[in-house]
Every structure is written in C-alpha cells, then in structure tokens.
C-alpha cells in the first residue's frame, strides 16, 4: 500500500513546473540529509576519502547537496515516466545529439557513471532509437511494473532490458544486432570480473566489463553524462566522442583510464555524483574496510 501511495503521489507530482517539482525535491533531500543518518555518513566518508584537502564544511556542504540532488532525481522521475514526448524533448537538452546512427552501425557501449539524474539518459537515448541495458528485479512488484514500464515506454520489445544473471552473450548479440548498451559502470560489485585501480587515488574495486566487452565485440565507447540544468530548466545529456585505442592490450589499464575519465567528470559537478553508495566497500587484501557496517 506505501509503495502504491508512492507512485500516486508521484503521478500526480508530475504535473507539476519542474521549477517546483524541482524545489521540492531539493526541500525533501534536505530533509533526508539530516534524517538518513546511515548514508549521510557513507557520503562523508566517500568524500573525505577522495577530497582530503577540502574543509569539512565544504564536504558537508556537497553531501547535502548530493542528497537534495537525488530527492529531486527520484520525484523528477515521474516526468520521464508519464509526461508526453514533447515535454521531456523540451525539458531534455541533448549535446551535440544522440549517436543513433553510428551505435547501430556500429557494436556501441554507451558508458554512463552514476550521477543522479542518469535515468535522463536512458529517456533520451530511447526517444531517438534502439538500446539495451541490465536489468535487475525490484523486491516490490508494483515497483518492479512501474519501473519497467517506465523504461519501456518508448519500445515494445522487452529484450531492451536484459537480466544481470544471463551473463554477456545476450548483450554482445544486442550490440551486434544494431542495439547499443548502456552500460553503468562504477559500483562496487566486489571482486568478481573487478580490478583495484585507483578513484581519486584510493584504490577501488571496478569492473573490467566496458574494457572487455569492447574488446569482444570491437565496438565503440561513448561517454553520456547527464547533469541538472541550471535554474530547474531540466537537463544535460552529453554525449562525449568515442574513446581511440579502447581498451588497448592492457585491461587494467583501460579500466584506469575510464576511472580518471569519471573522476574529471565529477569535478565538473562534485555534488551530483552518487557519493551515498559504498564505493569502496571492497578492499585490497590486509586494507581495513572504511565504513561502519553497525549502521
């Protein structure tokens, strides 16, 4: 019944000027930046690990920043999901545009870090052509409807979202078949299929998956970045040019090479960056963990 309550609100939230669902948000995160004492902490850990210059006021201050930036990703999301096409085409800004053409010509990985409002990207791409992604089951069914259906909205075919456990041969068929991936890759998933290599100089379990799909399919790596438009205007998609020479002969190191790529996309925007997920959870043998599992 909560959850039902939930996407009630949030259906009739979308209705509502972005200024306002917007402010919102930002009013909610705020809220949950003093209540949710458990990931409040995880984000200051993460912070202080990766920006140990900073003050301690700075680093609060981009915590609760990040914090408002998700609430208001999460209640934004009911425009992506239920508004018309010509709202979210007003809303979206696509820079310089979506590489349609060339992922379907192409074996193409669209590599999406975690910045809070990355479900944007997965709206625009969608709008413009094909794509594919992982898709995880939510624990709550209605939710698990919601989201899918919501993901879904600009496609009937359901292989656009593919299971984690049904391994690569799936995504490597859709990546051949005209179908780009979007790829999410820069959480911990511990040490399986990962190599340590730095993340603002702290060495951080990361997958090696975007390197060796490329490899495997001799496709193509595009950045997309989505970012807040300023003024609640809604949002940025930018799409980088394909990396050359990716991944090269050395894995570890084009693993590395996409970590440095994230880490100066962060400092673009620092606060927009999912600081509350334990990036660091997974740690090199005989390093002690860094967060507080009591939590």
């Known amino acids: ?63 609760r920043a990040h914090f408002q930036g998700y609430a208001r990703s999460v209640l934004e999301r009911g425009i992506l999901w239920w508004a018309p096409e010509w709202r979210l ?30 479900e944007v990207a997965g709206t625009a791409i969608t709008m413009a052509g094909p794509a594919c992604s992982i898709y995880t089951r939510q624990r709550n069914d209605l939710f698990d409807k919601a989201l899918r259906k919501g993901r879904l909205r600009f496609t009937t075919d359901e292989r656009n979202l593919l299971a984690r456990d049904a391994g690569i041969k799936p995504i490597i068929r859709a990546m051949r078949n005209g179908r780009p991936f979007l790829m999410l890759p820069d959480m911990d998933f511990g040490r399986k299929e990962s190599v340590f290599v730095p993340f603002f100089g702290i060495p951080a379990a990361t997958l090696t998956a975007p ?42 190191e084009a693993t590395r090479r996409m970590n440095a790529f994230i880490e100066d996309r962060i400092m673009e925007a620092p606060a927009e960056y999912f600081w509350s997920h334990k990036r660091f959870k997974t740690r090199p043998e005989g390093m002690p963990r860094l967060y507080d599992y009591s939590k």
């Open 1 to 63: 019944m909560t959850m039902r309550l939930l996407l009630g609100l949030m259906w009739v939230l979308h209705w509502l000027p972005l200024p306002v669902l917007g402010r919102l948000g930002k009013l909610i995160g705020s809220l949950l930046f003093i209540v949710v004492r458990s990931r409040r902490t995880i984000a200051l850990t993460n912070l202080q690990l990766c920006f140990p210059k900073m003050t301690e006021l700075e680093r609060r201050a981009i915590a």
């Open 89 to 118: 085409k007003r809303l979206i800004r696509v820079t310089p545009s979506v590489p349609t053409a060339a992922a379907q010509t192409h074996p193409t990985i669209f590599l999406c870090p975690h910045f809070v409002c990355l």
């Open 211 to 252: 390197a060796r799909l490329a490899a495997a399919t001799q496709g193509q790596v595009i950045p997309v970045i989505t970012r807040f438009q300023p003024g609640y205007r809604g949002w940025e998609v930018r799409f980088y040019p394909a990396w050359e020479n990716y991944p090269g002969a050395d894995i570890t």
